[in-house]
């Protein structure tokens, strides 16, 4: 249900992040609580692109979708859901690519990208895993990815 809303508010690359999170959270056998927390962050983004058509905030929905994959795929071993985190960062890489991002757009936003997902995750890992504290870790990272952008 959460893929068709993006897909009908914002497109295919509305879309994509939402899937694949979606399908890690249904392989790691996730609870709805788990998968409406990712939908909720994802859901104030799109509503406010939607509002404004400001295409920049596809950025902290992605961040926020980067955090919610690794913690899927991770679970307690948060270590090993990294690679979520860098798999939708090069997804959003790509649909950038697609775009046509010039090259010092992508580096600003990879720049911006990495230390918000590591300082996020990071915070993740050092408590117990649960619901609130990936919903923290979540909504941190995309008002960052939010923040460094705008300044």
Do not use: K, N
Not at 7 to 19: E, R, T
Not at 93 to 122: D, G, H, N
Request: charge should be positive; aromatic fraction near 12%.
């Amino acid at each position: 249900m959460a893929v068709a809303g993006a897909f009908l508010a914002g497109g295919w690359i509305w879309a994509l992040p939402c899937a694949v999170v979606a399908a890690l959270w249904w392989r790691s056998g996730g609870s709805a609580g788990a998968l409406a927390t990712a939908c909720r962050i994802s859901a104030f983004w799109l509503v406010a692109f939607v509002l404004t058509g400001d295409r920049r905030l596809y950025f902290p929905y992605t961040l926020q979708f980067a955090v919610q994959a690794s913690c899927f795929l991770g679970g307690p071993a948060l270590r090993a859901g990294v690679f979520g985190a860098g798999g939708i960062v090069a997804l959003f890489t790509a649909v950038r690519l697609v775009q046509a991002a010039s090259a010092r757009v992508l580096t600003v936003e990879l720049a911006v990208a990495i230390p918000s997902l590591a300082l996020c995750l990071a915070f993740y890992e050092e408590g117990s895993p649960t619901l609130q504290r990936r919903l923290a870790a979540a909504g941190v990272a995309s008002l960052l990815g939010f923040l460094g952008l705008a300044l």
